[in-house]
């Protein structure tokens, strides 16, 4: 059945031979596999086979869509920067999108319409900038859908992913337009490509003034006659390549494998040295040598289900504890279950950690045979020859001409053959070249810091668009004028908050868009001392880095130094937090001579640092403005006499601990404060690494031990499928565990039927009645939540049945005792009744009354 359409292009553009021709088209018609198309101006028609016309329509068809654009274009209106002449450049490209095509990113973000995954497809040829698993993992999931997103914490390699990304596209002859909120980030890439001598195929573009700095420096295209390589040559070469390729992915594997065992390792050893330091063991016993570390936890349960049953070892487990766990000594079965449970922990520890080392020496002897790093070397030299042999194919003996301004608009396809990577900022790139140029890729980096407004520009012109940030590190700044402004234009229009100005960057806009699209974290991290990153891993990014960078000097990689008590500050700015800078950190930590930097929430601080230091190599600047910097050594100079919300805002302070590669150095006023904040987080974190624990009433929480403990645990109830023999303790451990999976409360973590005799050392406060009471192998709390940085107990939670634990009951007459105990050491109960409601409402309220006290 032939059809036959005809149309005014009102809302739809018509593409000839590749090329937009809407402007010049009057009428086209589809008839028998031919397109008939009548141009303006023009008397004649011109047939096309219909292969060679395509029709796109517009992006905005329905009400949705036209009112998200007219949000966006009143936003651009009110938030863009005018010229001297009045001009508002932002609300001025608004005014000229006259045409959204349906294939263009915005289109989603528009319409709210998830891409399909996977939908566009090309092969991932090379990395010739090196790569790591995630990193891998991040260039597929770009090259293979319209749409995807890549998480770069600090020091993870976010430039060495986009670079790949960019060479890949190079190789399918696509284009790349890489932006950012300013310039820092795109000259970081163009200088990565200049440094492998292939930034000749790039061009700086954007404002006015970059635009002519390219123009008046155009360079000629390099004497390339030596990248070429003969075909069979260069056949063998991507088979070797390919070989390579698979030999380090495996190996990558076992190097992050190798990492986190390390973590672990040092980790479980230092809270070995606390459990050692506050444990008193009356005997030591001897085992087996190939006793493992699963066989103590299986011991434990057991004695531990021999002590609730009130039994005593029988002569059958006495017959075969030999056997089983390798006991060597008699005297085993003469002491208490308490005092067996603690030498089963203690031994727990050390097998562990043995065990953990031994792997640890079997990968790093794998990797030994293997020669990783000569490895990895040969990998990227073959890649990079591979792709500059096709730059070769595709430039060598190429006259490229001198451009002009007027030619980047009125030759951009053929600029953009020319230079196929583009780089601008999110403001200025559709004003780079002509503006129905459609780029291949969009690639926005440090997208956390890009507003909605001048993003959406950027997806304007993108068939596909990578979006690289962190939103654990700080966003673009709305100041409260602005955000009051563009908050009464959002409500006026009534869209889903994803959309509001104010507070939310162009990545959180996408990821609460969009939650189904590829998203890729990049893992591997290389620049902090171990130490210092693993506190943000901790509190920031749920332990799911992969920490690959060693300690490069002797110093102690984390510092704290408190001032005297008093109210030293005043106007945001504290000289007493100056003068121990200058006259006791820098003498005492011996800076003089390294790479300092030092970092404050605030500018009038900033001002003070910067006068103070004023001649010297030492850089003082707002952690603000610190954000994509390093130093060896970091001084953070905290200011507040009572640490504020803006100082404590997780992501500066994500930020400021970051940006230092040996050293951090903590500068707080030394008033004392209970806060449960993320400052005191930090100190908590330090103290613990140091062992300069203050000697308290309460035990830190042995997280590994008892984590190690409820998984045997799970194991052995596996037939159960229960955690506990109560549904409504399993219902609110898993209300638990959903409450701290949340970002604000990702620092805490829980345990389930934590021993209450083993939360105190001392016992002097209890009376009689108490202290037996406490001390009881039955005694335990429901629900222990800790602080995993400092392992400190925050909250205590206790799951009542109505009937049993009735006031008047003997349990009743139990709780009122748990609850003095707990009163008297000073930790938080809760208690939920299973008659009750709002459970989790009020779960997160006491959580955060915690935080704020």
Request: hydrophobic share 35%; charged share 25%; glycine share 4%.
């Amino acid at each position: 059945m032939n059809k036959t359409t005809t149309s005014h292009l009102q809302s739809q553009a018509i593409y000839i031979d590749g090329k937009d021709r809407t402007d010049e088209v009057e009428l086209y018609t589809f008839e028998r596999g031919r397109c008939l198309v009548t141009y303006k101006n023009s008397d004649k028609s011109y047939s096309y086979h219909q292969d060679k016309v395509k029709i796109v329509k517009l992006a905005v068809q329905n009400a949705e869509a036209q009112s998200v654009f007219s949000y966006l274009k009143q936003i651009a209106e009110t938030v863009g920067l005018k010229t001297e002449e009045g001009n508002n450049i932002l609300a001025d490209s608004y005014s000229r999108l006259s045409f959204i095509p349906e294939t263009s990113v915005l289109s989603y973000y528009l319409n709210r319409k998830e891409p399909m995954k996977n939908f566009y497809s090309y092969p991932t040829e090379i990395f010739p900038f090196g790569f790591n698993l995630s990193q891998k993992d991040g260039v597929n999931k770009a090259l293979s859908n319209p749409i995807s997103i890549i998480e770069g914490p600090p020091g993870t390699g976010k430039t060495q992913t986009i670079l790949n990304i960019i060479a890949n596209a190079v190789i399918n002859d696509q284009s790349v337009a890489v932006v950012s909120s300013n310039n820092t980030a795109t000259r970081n890439v163009f200088e990565k490509l200049e440094k492998n001598g292939i930034s000749f195929i790039a061009a700086l573009l954007g404002s006015s003034q970059n635009k002519k700095e390219f123009i008046e420096s155009q360079a000629e295209i390099p004497d390339i006659s030596d990248w070429r390589i003969p075909i069979e040559e260069a056949v063998s070469l991507k088979e070797y390549g390919n070989q390579l390729f698979e030999q380090l992915s495996e190996k990558l594997g076992f190097k992050n494998e190798l990492a986190l065992l390390k973590l672990e390792t040092e980790n479980m050893e230092t809270e070995y040295l606390h459990f050692a330091a506050s444990i008193s063991l009356v005997a030591n016993v001897r085992f087996k040598k190939n006793v493992s570390s699963d066989q103590m936890l299986s011991l434990w349960i057991t004695l531990e289900n021999y002590e609730q049953s009130g039994k005593k070892l029988n002569w059958w487990r006495k017959l075969i504890f030999p056997f089983i766990y390798g006991i060597r000594d008699k005297k085993f079965h003469e002491l208490s279950y308490k005092e067996l449970i603690r030498l089963v922990q203690s031994k727990y520890y050390t097998t562990k950690i043995s065990e953990l080392t031994l792997r640890q020496q079997q990968l790093e002897s794998e990797l030994q045979d293997f020669s990783f790093e000569e490895k990895m070397n040969a990998y990227m030299a073959v890649s990079m020859q591979l792709f500059r042999n096709l730059l070769y194919q595709r430039y060598h003996g190429k006259e490229r001409p001198e451009y002009t301004v007027q030619d980047l608009h009125m030759r951009s396809e053929e600029f953009i053959r020319d230079y196929p990577v583009i780089m601008s900022t999110t403001y200025s790139l559709r004003r780079s070249l002509n503006e129905k140029v459609a780029y291949d890729y969009v690639i926005i980096d440090e997208a956390s810091q890009v507003d909605l407004a001048t993003g959406v520009l950027a997806l304007s012109c993108a068939k596909r668009a990578v979006i690289v940030g962190d939103l654990k590190q700080l966003p673009n700044v709305v100041d409260a004028q602005t955000a009051n402004k563009t908050d009464h234009i959002f409500h006026t229009f009534q869209l889903p908050e994803a959309y509001r100005y104010s507070n939310h960057s162009l990545l959180l806009s996408v990821t609460e868009l969009f939650p189904g699209i590829p998203k890729t974290l990049l893992r591997e991290h290389y620049r902090c001392h171990p130490q210092i990153i693993d506190f943000c891993n901790r509190k920031f990014y749920h332990n799911q880095l992969v920490i690959l960078s060693e300690a490069k000097t002797d110093r102690n990689p984390l510092v704290v130094y408190k001032t005297v008590a008093g109210n030293h500050a005043r106007d945001r700015m504290n000289q007493r937090q100056i003068d121990v800078i200058l006259q006791e950190i820098i003498p005492q930590q011996h800076l003089e001579e390294v790479d300092l930097g030092i970092v404050t929430p605030y500018r009038n601080q900033t001002s003070a640092l910067q006068s103070t230091f004023q001649g010297t190599c030492i850089k003082a600047d707002t952690v603000d403005k610190f954000q994509g910097r390093e130093n060896d050594v970091i001084i953070l100079s905290t200011v507040d006499n009572e640490i504020s919300d803006f100082t404590d805002h997780p992501n500066r302070l994500n930020v400021a601990v970051s940006r230092a590669k040996d050293q951090l150095i903590l500068v707080v006023n030394g008033n004392e404060s209970d806060k449960d904040n993320n400052i005191s987080d930090l100190i908590r974190y330090i103290d613990y690494h140091n062992f300069t624990i203050i000697n308290s009433e309460i035990h830190s929480i042995f997280d590994y031990l008892y984590k190690g403990y409820e998984e045997k645990r799970r194991e052995l109830l596996a037939g159960q499928k229960k955690k506990s023999v109560f549904d409504s303790e399993n219902i609110m451990h898993r209300l638990i565990r959903e409450i701290i999976s949340q970002d604000e409360f990702s620092k805490y973590d829980v345990v389930l039927h934590f021993p209450l005799r083993n939360l105190m050392s001392d016992f002097s406060k209890l009376s009689i009645e108490e202290q037996a009471y406490a001390s009881h192998y039955a005694t335990h709390l429901d629900f222990l939540i800790f602080n995993r940085l400092g392992k400190n107990p925050v909250l205590a939670i206790e799951v009542d049945g109505y009937e049993y634990h009735k006031q008047e009951s003997r349990q009743g007459r139990r709780d009122a005792m748990k609850n003095e105990i707990m009163e008297k050491y000073g930790i938080p109960l809760m208690r939920f009744s299973t008659t009750g409601s709002r459970e989790k409402e009020k779960l997160i309220d006491r959580l955060r009354q915690l935080q704020r006290s």
